[in-house]
């Protein structure tokens, strides 16, 4: 089962962020204060905001407990897009985690990590994503763009 798990992930990040679309920022789906993620939830978006990126919501992320020891996630909705952003506690850093993306036949890209914090599966969709590791947090988004812009605010940080 736990193998079917980051393929269902896939396809249920990409439906969830569909839905939002309809909603774009849902009260019932706030990211609430007493989330493990919370305050490096804020954190994150008052440093975006400093870097002139407005943050319309935080929301409740289905990505909180995939890697060992993340100490949460988030759902952002901005300005420039959506991503998510996946927190490990302060003192710790994504910096040793490689992403291993392969194009499979049938339009397909399947995503691996390696190093830590650990991840046993496997992330897939037809849909690329893309990536920013910056210190404790671990951001993607479906838009090169978001995090192209992303990656310049954190730069400055």
Not at 40 to 49: A, F, G, H, P, Y
Not at 87 to 114: C, M, T
Not at 121 to 134: D, E, I, P, Q, R
Request: proline share 6%; aromatic share 12%.
């Amino acid at each position: 089962m736990s193998r079917l798990l980051p393929l269902v992930f896939a396809f249920a990040t990409v439906a969830s962020a569909a839905w939002a679309q309809n909603d774009p920022c849902d009260p019932k789906v706030f990211l609430p204060a007493t989330d493990p993620a919370f305050a490096e939830s804020m954190k994150l978006s008052k440093t975006l905001n400093r870097h002139g990126i407005q943050i319309r919501c935080v929301l409740l992320s289905k990505e909180a407990q995939l890697f060992d020891g993340q100490l949460g996630a988030a759902f952002f909705r901005t300005d420039i897009g959506d991503f998510e952003a996946l927190f490990l506690p302060p003192a710790q850093s994504w910096d040793k985690l490689k992403v291993i993306e392969e194009h499979e036949s049938g339009a397909y890209n399947r995503y691996r990590f390696q190093g830590s914090p650990k991840y046993p599966g496997t992330w897939a969709g037809k849909n690329s994503l893309y990536f920013v590791n910056h210190r404790n947090q671990f951001l993607h988004s479906l838009d090169p763009q978001v995090v192209s812009k992303l990656r310049e605010a954190l730069q400055a940080y």
